[in-house]
């Protein structure tokens, strides 16, 4: 079973895992929570808006419940990605080819980092454009199996995936704040309103 499921499926009495750090002896070793896990606290940390979605029914629900939060129903959409087009084509998105006159960005992503719970994507999701360059809110579709232990895993990962030719243009987005409530810790950075729609696909 699923992580997830457990996490977001059950609420059945404590398990292991809530036992809490003073609980143990003062020298064990620190429990390391699983990979999915981390990512999941840490993107929270980082101000990442997380949707768990068990099926691609849940998926189209909760990018039509964004769309409707957001008052983006005649606003324009930036996707880069065709597969992305063609999985979203019901919705009839008003989209658009240019970064200034798109209101969100529908996109992937190369992998979930565990360790910061940051995305890394490359020139496969943004071309070459740099983040700043991209509208401010983000709508990235990922697969809990994107879940990596570290950005290094997901720099081999993109090598093995692409011996031929690796993409450029690779970086990470870890700041997740609408310009209203970026703080000191996100200043310089390109920070996006990002919503994560993950799909389970364990």
């Not at 609420?11 to 809490?20: G, N, R, T, V």
């Not at 981390?38 to 849940?58: D, H, P, Q, S």
Request: net charge negative.
């Amino acid at each position: 079973m699923s992580l997830f499921r457990k996490i977001f499926g059950s609420k059945s009495a404590k398990s292991d895992e809530e036992l809490k750090s003073h609980d143990r002896g003062k020298y064990m070793p620190e429990i390391k929570l699983p990979v999915d896990e981390r990512f999941t606290i840490n993107f929270k940390a980082n101000g990442g808006k997380f949707l768990y979605c068990e099926n691609l029914e849940e998926i189209y629900s909760s990018l039509n419940n964004i769309i409707i939060e957001n008052n983006w129903e005649d606003s324009k959409v930036l996707i880069y990605d065709n597969n992305l087009k063609d999985r979203f084509k019901d919705f009839n998105l008003p989209t658009s080819n240019y970064s200034q006159e798109a209101s969100y960005f529908i996109t992937t992503c190369e992998n979930l980092i565990a360790d910061d719970g940051s995305l890394l994507i490359s020139s496969n999701q943004i071309a070459e454009k740099k983040l700043i360059e991209l509208p401010d809110h983000f709508i990235v579709f990922a697969t809990t199996s994107q879940i990596v232990e570290s950005i290094s895993e997901g720099l081999r990962g993109i090598k093995s995936k692409n011996p031929k030719k690796i993409p450029t243009n690779i970086t990470t987005i870890k700041h997740f704040k609408s310009k209203e409530e970026k703080d000191f810790m996100s200043y310089g950075s390109s920070s996006k309103n990002l919503y994560l729609l993950l799909l389970e696909d364990l």
